[in-house]
């Protein structure tokens, strides 16, 4: 895993956007994932921005969902589809076709998680784009996953559970969520790993100098066969 740092946000921004446009014109029915949040969401805009100056065309390309609470669907504010929807799909217009989500509302979560499996199997994933939790997660996949599974249910450590908070317009109790698994992750030919902002300088410093294990799952990205990179702003790049 290669660490880029940048000076600011917007030129961190500027060359992922720029990775995103390679990888589609060379491939125009890649395979995206995009982290919902706070993370990610100024890349999302500037996607927008391109998108709407006729840039890249985004007609063939398919979305895979990286995670979502158990509980909590699309019409709750602070679930990952609400995000994932208000902040990208709708402004990019992208057709219900060409999105594949996990439904915390499912009643057969068996159903969704073997379909999700399967299109990682048959397609791949070609890009993704991943936040860092502040104990090192990514997407759900807690300290003390197992790095083999595919797409599964996970319960929520208590610092997620703390954070996650945040997210939602009113008081929730969740304990469960659904995530793709690690095997598929490191298995994307292009891995983004990205943090900005000051608060997430203490762990940016853990990821950067422990070696991979799964007590930090944002290590295991060093162990990736692929492309991988942590890109980081300067604040996000403080304790280095």
Not at 155 to 162: A, I
Not at 183 to 192: D, H, M, P, T, V
């Amino acid at each position: 895993m290669e660490l880029k740092k940048f000076d600011s946000q917007d030129e961190l921004v500027e060359q992922i956007v720029k990775i995103v446009s390679d990888i589609i014109s060379k491939k125009p029915d890649a395979v995206l994932c995009f982290a919902c949040g706070e993370t990610p969401r100024p890349v999302m805009d500037k996607l927008f921005e391109v998108r709407k100056n006729g840039e890249i065309d985004f007609s063939r390309v398919r979305l895979l969902g990286l995670d979502e609470w158990i509980g909590v669907g699309r019409g709750t504010v602070g679930s990952c589809s609400q995000m994932l929807y208000d902040d990208f799909f709708s402004p990019m217009k992208f057709r219900t076709d060409q999105i594949n989500i996990f439904d915390g509302l499912s009643k057969n979560l068996d159903v969704d998680i073997k379909n999700i499996n399967q299109i990682v199997e048959e397609l791949g994933i070609d890009f993704v784009l991943l936040g860092i939790g502040m104990n090192g997660h990514i997407g759900l996949n807690e300290p003390g996953f197992n790095p083999d599974e595919k797409a599964h249910v996970v319960e929520l450590s208590d610092m997620t559970k703390k954070v996650m908070a945040k997210y939602f317009d009113q008081e929730i109790n969740l304990q469960q969520g659904i995530t793709l698994g690690f095997s598929q992750l490191l298995s994307a030919q292009k891995i983004i790993l990205m943090a900005t902002g000051e608060r997430k300088a203490k762990i940016v410093k853990e990821i950067v100098n422990s070696e991979p294990n799964n007590s930090l799952p944002a290590s295991m990205f060093k162990q990736s066969e692929h492309e991988s990179f942590f890109f980081i702003d300067e604040a996000a790049g403080a304790k280095l």
